[in-house]
């Protein structure tokens, strides 16, 4: 036998082994479903990008026990969200159905209809083949109404924050969840190592607002070392406007304290990880360790000025999944393609229990213990809120489609990974082809118009007035083309302190308004500037009104009624407002505000 032939054997030997103790765990599962339960443990880390992490890549030692957790496992290195946030995110987690076929694809309040009754969920599965099953979760957009049926014990951390940044106001003093909880789950494991257990732990940090604790905020260099970002508003996010204004320090600080705050959350993580350790259970359990989705912070300014997790570019899609336990190869990295609606369908593998009946998503087991390379040809995701887009990737391939604009982006991953350049004329055979593919899908998942648009009142009916400032969580205000600048005086007379305004010219430079939400039904529509000290203002400011049905322009003298909401039009099922500088004077880009009629 030859040398290379001697190394095929004994790496086929080797898969064979791990394949075997894996397999041999599910047959003794099945032969006696009460006594050779491994319990599983599932961690999910709230705004958690992959590329952030040690060992996914980051040169910042920014996760020392999730790399210890990886090098005892699997790291899946392509592994991607259905969503770029939250609420469609976990529903997909937790069903293994994309977001338009469990229907949470929207921001919604409790007693909303969410994913209906009828479809089973992970924890379900747990549950009826016997396992103790307890949550304990820190995001309110992904509690007990989305994420809780199937759970013996919920425990809903979140309830005791006060608003979506789960912090005690916008001021200096954080209050962070991921301690309360983690002090939670300690002592559960304590009280329930001897009986086979899901333990679902959601953690709200790292996510936004960037604002590790001085202990973390250990990656300072003399970018702004001085400034924190404890909020989203003017007062509170001063890297944030600095950002929007290309400040490339600004956002190399709000790295720094992104990264910051992931390790603040991996010292938590560790503290999960050595109760599992000193009681034997990381012997006896799985542990998987993923997240939601992950934050764009400035990297396609042409489209997307925003820190927040809006578009379905990969800064935003790619998320870690790591597993851990008995049988699981230590050390290995997964180069397959993978989708967060195959984590229900893989956890269960793991455990020996059956799929959900329904799961679009499929067990990646057999790329984890090595058996195969890949699974997935493609993976897809999808975007309702802000601007709705629609994405399918191959392993070298990417298209994103606007619904809006039917505009579609193609990428080539293997040399432009940061999806940079639209290659989509260049390659019109391969755009054909992801885009019959996409359309497919869509066709295959996504309820009629009339279906979703009945589902979308429901999910904006509480929505009588939304105001959209120049600096806001979400992302639900744009500006493009650069050289804008900002105005914060107290004596301008802008809505809630601030303005952004530029200098006339050829309509190059954009500012956009719109909701998170789509706002269906009639709409007055208003404007508000001040007055700010930026030289001669256009008498002819373009504001046009996009809508579902056409789009208006509206010349505004913004010399006139200033410090006031003026009234832009009245139109229906409105999409955005867009500001452009293709005026006479400078430009000014303040609030807007939907006001629902009737």
């Known amino acids: 036998m030859t040398r290379q032939g001697f190394i095929r054997s004994c790496t086929g030997l080797l898969i064979l082994i791990v394949s075997m103790g894996l397999l041999n765990h599910k047959a003794l599962a099945a032969a006696d479903p009460a006594a050779h339960k491994l319990d599983v443990v599932l961690i999910v880390l709230d705004q958690l990008r992959a590329g952030q992490l040690h060992c996914y890549g980051n040169p910042r030692l920014t996760s020392p026990n999730i790399d210890q957790l990886a090098a005892h496992g699997v790291r899946l290195d392509h592994y991607f969200t259905v969503a770029s946030w939250t609420s469609p995110s976990f529903g997909s987690l937790h069903t293994s159905l994309y977001a338009s076929k469990h229907g949470v694809t929207l921001f919604w309040s409790p007693g909303m209809p969410l994913i209906n009754k009828d479809i089973p969920t992970m924890a379900e599965d747990f549950q009826t083949h016997g396992y103790y099953t307890a949550a304990f979760v820190d995001n309110a957009l992904a509690g007990f109404d989305l994420t809780g049926a199937g759970f013996d014990e919920y425990h809903p951390d979140y309830a005791k924050a006060v608003n979506i940044t789960q912090r005690l106001g916008l001021g200096a003093n954080a209050v962070y969840?991921?301690?309360?909880?983690?002090?939670?789950?300690?002592?559960?494991?304590?009280?329930?190592?001897?009986?086979?257990?899901?333990?679902?732990?959601?953690?709200w940090e790292p996510h936004s607002p960037y604002n590790p604790p001085p202990e973390d905020d250990i990656f300072k260099t003399d970018a702004y070392p001085y400034l924190h970002d404890t909020g989203y508003d003017i007062a509170h996010a001063p890297l944030l406007r600095l950002a929007m204004l290309g400040d490339q320090k600004a956002i190399?600080?709000?790295?720094?304290?992104?990264?910051?705050?992931?390790?603040?959350?991996?010292?938590?993580?560790?503290?999960?990880?050595?109760?599992?350790?000193?009681?034997?259970?990381?012997?006896?359990?799985?542990?998987?360790?993923?997240?939601?989705?992950?934050?764009?912070?400035?990297?396609?300014?042409?489209?997307?000025?925003?820190?927040?997790?809006?578009?379905?570019?990969?800064?935003?899609?790619?998320?870690?999944?790591?597993?851990?336990?008995?049988?699981?190869?230590?050390?290995?990295?997964?180069?397959?393609?993978?989708?967060?609606?195959?984590?229900?369908?893989?956890?269960?593998?793991?455990?020996?229990?059956?799929?959900?009946?329904?799961?679009?998503?499929?067990?990646?087991?057999?790329?984890?213990?090595?058996?195969?390379?890949?699974?997935?040809?493609?993976?897809?995701?999808?975007?309702?809120?802000?601007?709705?887009?629609?994405?399918?990737?191959?392993?070298?391939?990417?298209?994103?489609?606007?619904?809006?604009?039917g505009k579609e982006q193609l990428f080539d991953l293997t040399h432009d990974p940061g999806e940079l350049t639209n290659v989509a004329e260049e390659n019109p055979a391969i755009a054909r082809e992801l885009d019959a593919r996409l359309r497919a899908w869509m066709e295959e998942n996504e309820p009629s118009r009339n279906v979703q648009r009945r589902r979308w009142k429901i999910y904006t009916r509480p929505e009588e007035k939304v105001t959209v400032d120049d600096q806001t969580i979400g992302g639900r205000f744009l500006i493009t083309g650069g050289d804008w600048r900002s105005d914060t005086s107290p004596q301008s007379g802008n809505y809630d302190v601030g303005c952004f305004w530029s200098t006339g010219g050829s309509g190059s430079k954009t500012a956009v308004w719109h909701n998170d939400d789509p706002m269906i039904g009639k709409y007055n529509i208003y404007v508000y500037y001040g007055h700010p000290s930026v030289g001669r203002l256009a008498t002819n400011a373009p504001f046009t009104i996009a809508t579902d049905h056409g789009s208006e322009t509206v010349r505004v003298d913004l010399n006139q009624h200033q410090g006031e909401w003026n009234l832009l039009g009245t139109t229906v099922d409105p999409r955005y407002v867009e500001l452009t500088n293709a005026a006479n004077g400078a430009i000014i880009a303040d609030a807007v505000r939907f006001v629902r009629v009737n």
């Open 177 to 203: 969840i991921t301690p309360t909880t983690v002090e939670e789950v300690l002592p559960w494991l304590d009280q329930h190592q001897s009986q086979p257990f899901f333990l679902y732990i959601h953690l």
């Open 252 to 405: 190399e600080r709000l790295y720094q304290l992104y990264d910051g705050k992931i390790h603040f959350a991996d010292r938590y993580v560790g503290k999960i990880l050595a109760k599992l350790h000193s009681l034997g259970l990381d012997q006896k359990a799985y542990i998987v360790l993923t997240s939601d989705h992950g934050e764009l912070m400035f990297s396609h300014p042409k489209d997307f000025l925003t820190a927040d997790h809006r578009s379905l570019y990969d800064t935003n899609l790619r998320i870690p999944f790591i597993v851990s336990g008995p049988g699981i190869p230590q050390d290995h990295v997964v180069k397959g393609l993978g989708s967060n609606v195959d984590s229900a369908p893989t956890i269960l593998d793991l455990a020996g229990l059956p799929p959900l009946p329904d799961a679009e998503g499929h067990s990646l087991v057999p790329m984890i213990q090595g058996v195969r390379k890949s699974i997935n040809q493609y993976v897809y995701s999808e975007e309702d809120v802000a601007i709705p887009e629609r994405s399918i990737r191959s392993t070298r391939y990417k298209l994103i489609l606007n619904l809006w604009t």
